[in-house]
Every structure is written in structure tokens, then in C-alpha cells.
């Protein structure tokens, strides 16, 4: 991992048996994942297929956001795939550590 870009992670894949789809599997993937990553770095960035619409509306409803789209970016069985460039910021890092309170003087008045 490069030392200029060890503030990002990314999320590489992930995969739900068909027969497991769509009881909130991913949902709970997802938020291990995002939780873990907020203890270690400061975004997340991922590709997706563009028509991948499952997939997409998932990584939407966790706030990621499109920023980018990879034409051609895979090639299968002769067809063209792009992929969309998605990425989460996550607000609290190890750079932005949770503020923790201020010791307080006696008061001696
Ligand atoms: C994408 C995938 C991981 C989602 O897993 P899942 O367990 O079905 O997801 P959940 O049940 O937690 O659904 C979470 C949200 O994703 C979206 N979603 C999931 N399946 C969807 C579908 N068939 N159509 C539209 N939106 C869908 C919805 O926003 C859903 O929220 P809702 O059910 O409240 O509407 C799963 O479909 C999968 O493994 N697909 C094949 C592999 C893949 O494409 N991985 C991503 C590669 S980057």
C-alpha cells in the first residue's frame, strides 16, 4: 500500500447466494464493512458494472456517490462492460480522531 493513498480503502467485491438475496444480507455486509473502515481510513471507493442496478442501489443507499465511469473496463465473452466509480466519504478517521473532553481545573473560587 502506497503511503500517498493509504487514507482510502476499497470495497473489491461482494457476493450473495441468489436463494439469499434480498433478505438484507448485503445490508448487513455492507455496514461491517463501512464500520470497519471508518477505523481505518477516509473513504471508500469501489467499481460497480453500470448495469448492475442491485448492486448500485445498495452502495447508493449507504451514501456512496458516483463520480466517474470506466468505459470498456471489462471485456466479457466479446461484450463491453463499463464500470461506475463510486466512493464514500466516511466522516471519522484515524486523521480526524473523535474528540475526547478537556480536563477541567479545580474550581478554586
Ligand atoms: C448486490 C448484492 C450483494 C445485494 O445483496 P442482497 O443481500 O440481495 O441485498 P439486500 O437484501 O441487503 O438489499 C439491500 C438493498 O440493495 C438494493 N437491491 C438489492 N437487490 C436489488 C434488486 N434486485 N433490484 C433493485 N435493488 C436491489 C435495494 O436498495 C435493497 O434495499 P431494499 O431491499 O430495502 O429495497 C447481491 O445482489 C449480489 O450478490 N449480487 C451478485 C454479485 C454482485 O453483483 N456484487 C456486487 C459487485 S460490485
Redesign the pocket.
Known sequence: MSLKTKHRGM????????D???????????NVIVAHAKTEVEDLT????SQ??????????FGFVEYGLDPRALKVDGVYIDEVLMRLSLELGPKHPTPTSIPVAPDNS
Open positions: 470495497v473489491w467485491g461482494m457476493y450473495v447466494e441468489p439469499g438475496r434480498r433478505l438484507g444480507v448485503g445490508k448487513l455486509l455492507l469501489l467499481t460497480v458494472a448492475n442496478e442491485p448492486a448500485i442501489n445498495l452502495y447508493r443507499r
